[in-house]
């Protein structure tokens, strides 16, 4: 066991879907995974394990934010032995072309400040996906009819944001979405040598201010579960 995840030696996957939302992973792991076990539930963060057409998978949540993240991304490597981590979580479009609904492959994630930007000092890293894992996700959306976009992202340290002067600055470099936790989550991957994907369901918008209605969150977030697993064992 690990100091924030509770589940025993081998009881772990090398593949992980890491959402947000505890309560996502408990909805993904049960209706993605074949005989799904509760592995995790330190502080109310839920992991579980199973199998996905004879994979081995666990999904496991992550909290909000990339401080978060990197506790659990940390102990799912250098404890667990995770090899493969893909985000999948919700975000805020950002560009007209960019809709509700539509999933987004984040290629890299601008940030303003990571738990890991402390070891870069002046440098400005850029963290990037792998592209084993970014080409097979685009090759199962477009499969599946999925509208997609491939692209940087936003990876913001704030949720209710008041900078509304930066949010035009990304808007004017291409910055296809933004979301609370891919920057760390591609930094600590190239530190440790592992794979990472960020795959994102565009839940509302900042331009239009358009949301994602409830009662269709499960079929466009269960899109973006199906690219990901289907990217990770391609």
Not at 104 to 126: C, D, K, N, Q
Not at 135 to 162: C, M, N, V
Not at 164 to 193: K, S
Request: proline share 5%.
């Amino acid at each position: 066991m690990s100091t924030h995840i509770g589940a025993k030696p081998g009881e772990i996957a090398e593949t992980v879907l890491l959402p947000g939302d505890p309560l996502r992973a408990r909805w993904a792991a049960g209706t993605f995974l074949d005989n799904p076990v509760l592995v995790n539930e330190v502080r109310g963060m839920l992991g579980y394990t199973g199998t996905w057409r004879g994979h081995p998978v666990t999904i496991h949540g992550t909290g909000m934010g990339m401080p978060s993240l990197s506790i659990y991304v940390n102990e799912l490597i250098r404890d667990y032995d995770a090899k493969t981590l893909i985000r999948i979580g919700s975000a805020g479009g950002m560009q007209p072309q960019v809709k509700v609904r539509d999933v987004v492959l984040a290629m890299s994630a601008t940030t303003t400040g990571t738990p890991s930007s402390t070891i870069f000092r002046e440098a400005h890293y850029a963290p990037t996906a792998d592209f084993g894992l970014l080409k097979a996700a685009w090759e199962a959306g477009l499969a599946r009819g999925i509208p997609l976009h491939a692209g940087q992202i936003f990876s913001s340290d704030t949720f209710y944001d008041e900078r509304p002067d930066l949010d035009e600055q990304m808007r004017r470099h291409g910055v296809l979405c933004v979301e609370m936790e891919a920057a760390e989550l591609y930094t600590l991957a190239a530190r440790y040598g592992r794979r990472a994907l960020a795959v994102l369901t565009i839940s509302d918008h900042l331009l239009t201010h358009e949301a994602l209605p409830s009662e269709d969150r499960e079929r466009s977030f269960g899109d973006m579960v199906e690219i990901a697993l289907t990217a990770a064992f391609a």
